[in-house]
């Protein structure tokens, strides 16, 4: 069965670092979005991709946060410098709709920020 | 300001009744919804998904009923098993997915 893949599943890193996810979106899926899931609340989206283009980053820090997703297919979201509220769930989804619904999420790169 | 609210944090239902999940939403532009499930450490789960054309659709165990004039959404499960226990997160959407913040179900045996 076709799935979303992120990597890693767990990171650890020490704030003022850089830290990079990765995310393989399932073939054929034109839409990606990352999402940030803080404990004990839903996910919040930080980027959405239609293809290469960034069609919202309304929610994304972008003094420290950047996305790409060169050739529209897998895709990169980068924090530099992490700060310790960036701890989170980072889940990635796709989608073959353009409206987005059916969105179906990876497992997800938790980051701890010590 | 939250557009997605689900007020209940948790719910507890024996094994074999029905459970109800609720959700309220506050913009009247969102014209699909859907329900996910999350296990511990893993993404969330596509369950099942509304258009706001209709007000109910099914899926085996799975039931949302969509009600627009009071921008609420329901999701039943009947009859309720153990391996339904997760978190489960309503979303609703126009062009972008708004979550709502998660309600944890256990089911008791």
């Known amino acids: 069965e076709a799935e979303v893949a992120q990597s890693p599943r767990y990171k650890i890193t020490e704030k003022s670092q850089a830290v990079a996810f990765w995310c393989d979106p399932i073939?054929?899926?034109?839409?990606l979005y990352w999402y940030r899931q803080i404990l004990g609340q839903g996910p919040e989206l930080l980027v959405q991709?239609?293809?290469?283009?960034?069609?919202?980053d309304s929610q994304l820090p972008k003094d420290r946060f950047s996305a790409e997703r060169l050739k529209g297919v897998d895709s990169t979201l980068k924090i530099q410098p992490a700060e310790l509220g960036d701890s989170a769930m980072y889940l990635c989804?796709?989608?073959?709709?353009?409206?987005?619904?059916?969105?179906?999420f990876g497992q997800g790169t938790r980051l701890t920020v010590v | 300001d939250q557009q997605v609210k689900q007020n209940s944090p948790s719910l507890s239902v024996q094994e074999g009744r029905i459970s109800i999940l609720n959700c309220d939403y506050t913009?009247?532009?969102?014209?699909?919804f859907l329900w996910y499930k999350k296990y511990p450490a893993e993404g969330p789960t596509f369950l099942i998904s509304?258009?706001?054309?209709?007000d109910k659709n099914e899926d085996g165990r799975f039931t949302v009923f969509l009600n627009k004039s009071a921008k609420h959404l329901s999701l039943h499960i009947v009859p309720s098993q153990p391996g339904d226990s997760a978190v489960y997160f309503c979303?609703?959407?126009?062009?972008?997915?708004?979550f709502g913040q998660g309600t944890r179900l256990t089911i008791n045996p």
């Open positions: 989804a796709s989608s073959f709709r353009r409206d987005g619904t059916e969105a179906f």
């Open positions: 073939s054929g899926h034109a839409t």
């Open positions: 509304i258009s706001s054309i209709k």
């Open positions: 991709f239609q293809d290469e283009s960034v069609v919202d």
């Open positions: 913009n009247s532009m969102f014209d699909y």
């Open positions: 979303a609703a959407g126009a062009q972008k997915l708004v």
